[in-house]
């Protein structure tokens, strides 16, 4: 149990970067707060953690497939995940401040309220076609999840790691709304990406060394 709990801490210190880096996922959480309204943020937050769980489930039974089946195949995706993440990584370093804007509607000053079925589709579908969730799932999996971890422990991590993307969206949608603090939101996230640059390089560079078990 010590050895998944330092698992579990591992995964939730490298995601966190993920979390808070500016982002799409995150201007429409924002936009849905200031143009439908908090609930409707809220249930689109739903949407999005919804989906990072269809991203886990499938990265971790194909990862057990493969490793299953073959090492040469794991040593493939093995060095796509070092590469996305060494590229990540430099994209990050490179990036400067992200201004976090909201596009107003073209005309309509009160837009017509969304059901609660298309704020949730709205957010889990953006998600889900997302295809960089790919390798970087499988990375830190890869990376910081043991071959022997048994499958209901991984798809524990996943849920604990959808559960805190939801809270953060959902404080995104109840606290970050207003000018003010999406301006300090946008001053930090030049250091927020520099921070997340280094760690994912790190992270490529310890990808590199594991073997498949």
């Known amino acids: 149990m010590h050895a998944y709990l330092i698992e579990l801490i591992s995964l939730m210190a490298i995601f966190s970067f993920a979390i808070v ?8 959480v924002m936009r849905q707060a200031i143009m439908q309204g908090r609930r409707q943020a ?3 937050s739903f949407g999005i953690g919804t989906s990072l769980m269809f991203h886990v489930t499938y990265t971790i039974l194909g990862l057990g ?4 089946q073959s090492v040469y195949l794991f040593n493939i995706v093995k060095w796509l995940g070092v590469a996305y993440l060494i590229y990540i990584g430099i994209k990050a370093l490179r990036a400067g401040k992200t201004e976090i804007t909201v596009a107003p509607e073209a005309s309509d000053n009160q837009p017509r309220k969304q059901s609660a079925l298309k704020a949730f589709t709205l957010g889990f579908a953006a998600n889900a076609l997302n295809p960089k969730p790919v390798f970087f799932f499988l990375s830190i999996f890869s990376t910081v999840v043991s071959a022997h971890t048994p499958m209901a422990i991984k798809f524990g991590y996943g ?6 993307l939801i809270v953060w969206f959902v404080g995104v949608s109840t606290f ?3 000018p003010r603090m999406r301006a300090a939101f946008s001053r930090a996230s030049k ?5 997340s640059g280094v760690v994912f390089i790190a992270l490529g560079l310890k990808l590199a060394t594991e073997k498949a078990a």
Do not use: Q
């Open 21 to 28: 880096s500016p982002g799409a996922d995150l201007a429409m």
């Open 42 to 44: 809220i249930i689109t």
């Open 65 to 68: 497939l493969i490793i299953s």
């Open 159 to 164: 849920l604990v790691m959808a559960t805190c």
């Open 176 to 178: 970050m709304t207003t």
């Open 191 to 195: 250091w927020i990406d520099r921070t």
